[in-house]
């Protein structure tokens, strides 16, 4: 078995069950549909995903993200995607999202806490 990074064969990056159920379970897809992130690793992080904040039956603030098709389109390019924001995870404040993030996931952290002026 070669590692990831010296093979040429990119299947472990994704796949499409058209099988499923619940295929297509998000409309707007344009690549072919990647099932490999059926449940998104982000969901409990910060994201530039396009989400929705509910509040469930026992008060507890999710993050619904229906409408997000960025873990699905495409093979590569969700994989990159993925891959990209999971190397700097910031956990979801269960706040709105109030802005889209750039793709460099560094800048989705918290702005660092100034310190008091000496004085």
């Not at 059926?38 to 993050?63: D, H, I, M, T, W």
Request: charged content about 20%.
């Amino acid at each position: 078995m070669e590692p990831k990074d010296t093979t040429t064969n990119e299947a472990y990056k994704g796949f499409t069950n058209s099988d499923c159920p619940f295929y297509p379970c998000h409309p707007g897809v344009k690549r072919e549909f990647n099932c490999l992130f059926c449940y998104c690793p982000l969901s409990a992080l910060e994201c530039p995903g396009n989400y929705q904040v509910f509040v469930s039956a026992n008060g507890v603030k999710r993050k619904d993200c229906s409408a997000c098709t960025l873990p699905h389109d495409g093979y590569r390019q969700s994989w990159g995607f993925i891959q990209k924001w999971l190397e700097r995870p910031v956990h979801w404040r269960g706040l709105p999202q109030t802005r889209r993030y750039p793709a460099n996931p560094e800048s989705a952290a918290p702005d660092p806490v100034e310190p008091p002026a000496a004085g």
